[in-house]
């Protein structure tokens, strides 16, 4: 048992030995007022040493698990998946490193909207990861 919980430990510490602290995001506004049928823009700044960031943005609703919105990065058009298609886009600025999330036509009477917004950056980690995958038997 103590052997396995140093393994455990080692993993721990090889993951995190490749995070650099020049990663990260920020959504300046905690809350955003909105117009039902409106259009509106949510903020994510961002710091990265990644001269080619991807961008990802998620949407949870209350007592819900986050689900995947899109990507953006800046040699590629990105993803989009099949249902935010229409409402939701994304341009990643990498100047002004921002990412800001619009949203068409506003939905608000029937809660389809009503969410937790996260934006996130990738790579939040680097180096070997394949320790992380090492059978321990």
Same mark, same amino acid.
């Given at each position: 048992?103590?052997?396995?919980?140093?393994?455990?430990?080692?993993?721990?510490?090889?993951?995190?030995?490749?995070?650099?602290?020049?990663?990260?995001?920020?959504?300046?506004?905690?809350?955003?007022?909105?117009?039902?049928?409106?259009?509106?823009?949510?903020?994510?700044?961002?710091? *990265?040493?990644?001269?080619?960031?991807?961008?990802?943005?998620?949407?949870?609703?209350?007592?819900?698990?986050?689900?995947?919105?899109?990507?953006?990065?800046?040699?590629?058009?990105?993803?989009?998946?099949?249902?935010?298609?229409?409402?939701?886009?994304?341009?990643?600025?990498?100047?002004?490193?921002?990412?800001?999330?619009?949203?068409?036509?506003?939905?608000?009477?029937?809660?389809?909207?009503?969410?937790?917004?996260?934006?996130?950056? *990738?790579?939040?980690?680097?180096?070997?990861?394949? *320790?992380?995958?090492?059978?321990?038997?």
């Amino acid at each position: 048992l103590y052997t396995l919980l140093l393994y455990v430990v080692k993993i721990y510490l090889s993951f995190f030995s490749g995070c650099r602290a020049e990663e990260n995001v920020r959504q300046p506004k905690e809350d955003v007022m909105v117009v039902e049928g409106h259009p509106t823009t949510l903020t994510c700044l961002f710091d *990265t040493t990644s001269q080619s960031p991807y961008l990802f943005w998620y949407k949870q609703l209350v007592n819900g698990k986050p689900i995947f919105m899109l990507r953006s990065d800046t040699f590629s058009p990105g993803e989009t998946t099949t249902e935010f298609k229409d409402r939701f886009h994304a341009h990643l600025n990498v100047t002004a490193k921002s990412v800001p999330l619009t949203i068409q036509r506003l939905q608000l009477s029937d809660s389809k909207d009503s969410a937790m917004y996260y934006c996130a950056l *990738t790579p939040t980690v680097k180096g070997d990861l394949q *320790t992380l995958y090492k059978n321990l038997t």
